[in-house]
């Protein structure tokens, strides 16, 4: 399909959606932060969601000597009751379809798909609330990766948190999960997904527990969490940081040091797994505009555990370092084996929609013990367009780089294309 019919069905699909963005009542009765009756719980609700055009394209696809090309569009749309009691409801539909594509294809953009997005139902009073059925998660690793994708990456569970995003008690069963590659929900993992891993099982999902707490000092702050999570019969994982902020000094540090250790349990369906990944991170504005970030990660290697001591991810697998403070954007640092993970991050926001920077990322590491460490550099620039007024909503993104690997001649380059319409 040319660039002017897939222009045209954006802007189709665009139009379609605006009708929606606002609640399905006007009534009095629907302005309250609870309404008074059920009728008033469906008739108050609204719906929201979000349009997405994505265009990927690849050239040495992950140095595999293939281009790969796929512009798809699709999204999400949801319908939530106003809460009744604190009572509240969620149902969705999603979908994506396939505009263009080149000799190889980009798997997640593949695919037609259509299906049942987020469903659930959630009760809140104060701070604690308890959400069951498909829903959004942000843990460790187990997180919406959706962000720069067309489906939404969703999780059928049960999730129950106290407090806010810095002070909270939280504890979550995950029973199954849905990537943002195909609309079934199902209990493999990114591992069964990844078609070179070799890990073929099911699991019975995961469960974390999770703790964090924000301390006021002055113009000073420290914060903290502490999380433990359960994949059954593969490994347990505890992730651990510690930031300190100074606002009152120049270009206002941050600076944070992380932990993160997974070893296996039960049926140990990975074997020996032996992941230890330290890490320090340091964020600065030298303005109000500009944000500058260096982090450092060692992965530790271990040459009897799985992939000489590499963490298994199962929710991440290939697809997001999660919380890690060095990363790549368009690999995996714990995917890239033991051994030392660098990066740098400066971006700027321009004006009100405007904003661009870039990263640089230096991994040195290797998935097979004894075996000298592979160099690995990525150079990667983004920017990202929101528009105000008539067209708020409407956004534009852009993320084009290279990854550059010790024993190989030609780079890896991709380029990630996004319009986005949320309503």
């Not at 059920?38 to 265009?55: P, W, Y």
């Not at 070179?196 to 699991?203: D, L, M, P, R, Y």
């Not at 932990?259 to 074997?271: K, M, N, P």
Request: one cysteine or more.
């Amino acid at each position: 399909m040319n660039m002017k019919k897939t222009v045209m069905a954006l802007s189709l699909t665009l139009c379609a959606s605006a009708a929606w963005a606002f609640p399905l009542s006007q009534a009095e009765g629907c302005k309250a932060d609870q309404v008074g009756t059920v009728g008033e719980m469906f008739a108050c609700g609204s719906i929201d969601g979000s349009i997405r055009l994505n265009s990927y394209s690849l050239n040495n696809a992950y140095f595999g000597n293939t281009s790969q090309d796929t512009t798809s569009i699709g999204g999400y749309a949801t319908y939530k009751t106003a809460p009744f009691y604190g009572f509240q409801a969620a149902v969705g539909i999603e979908g994506q379809r396939r505009l263009a594509e080149g000799a190889h294809a980009v798997g997640e953009l593949h695919d037609h798909e259509f299906g049942l997005s987020e469903a659930y139902v959630k009760w809140q009073r104060g701070k604690f609330a308890v959400t069951v059925g498909n829903q959004r998660l942000n843990l460790p690793f187990v997180g919406d990766y959706a962000n720069f994708r067309v489906l939404p990456f969703l999780y059928q569970g049960v999730d129950m948190k106290y407090g806010d995003n810095d002070t909270f008690v939280r504890a979550t069963k995950v029973h199954k999960y849905k990537s943002y590659a195909t609309s079934e929900f199902n209990q493999g993992s990114r591992l069964k997904d990844d078609p070179f891993s070799g890990f073929k099982h099911e699991t019975n999902g995961m469960l974390a527990l999770g703790a964090g707490k924000k301390i006021q000092l002055g113009e000073h702050y420290v914060k903290g969490q502490l999380w433990a999570e359960r994949y059954h019969n593969l490994l347990d994982i505890y992730y651990g940081d510690v930031l300190y902020g100074m606002n009152n000094v120049a270009w206002k540090p941050e600076i944070g040091v992380q932990a993160i250790y997974g070893t296996e349990r039960e049926d140990a369906l990975l074997g020996k797994v032996n992941g230890k990944i330290v890490g320090i991170q340091a964020k600065l504005k030298p303005t109000d505009k500009i944000n500058w970030k260096i982090a450092y990660n060692h992965m530790f290697s271990d040459g009897d555990a799985w992939r000489n001591g590499s963490l298994p991810t199962p929710y991440a697998h290939n697809t997001s370092s999660g919380p890690i403070f060095a990363q790549p954007f368009f690999t995996s640092t714990q995917n890239l084996g033991a051994g030392n993970a660098f990066s740098t991050e400066l971006s700027a926001n321009i004006n009100a929609s405007l904003t661009a920077g870039g990263r640089l990322t230096h991994v040195r590491a290797s998935t097979v013990s004894g075996r000298e460490h592979t160099k690995m550099t990525e150079y990667l620039a983004f920017a990202s367009y929101r528009f105000q007024g008539k067209l708020k909503g409407l956004s534009i993104s852009n993320h084009i780089g290279a990854q550059k690997r010790q024993g190989t001649d030609d780079p890896f380059w991709q380029n990630r294309l996004n319009v986005t319409y949320s309503f």
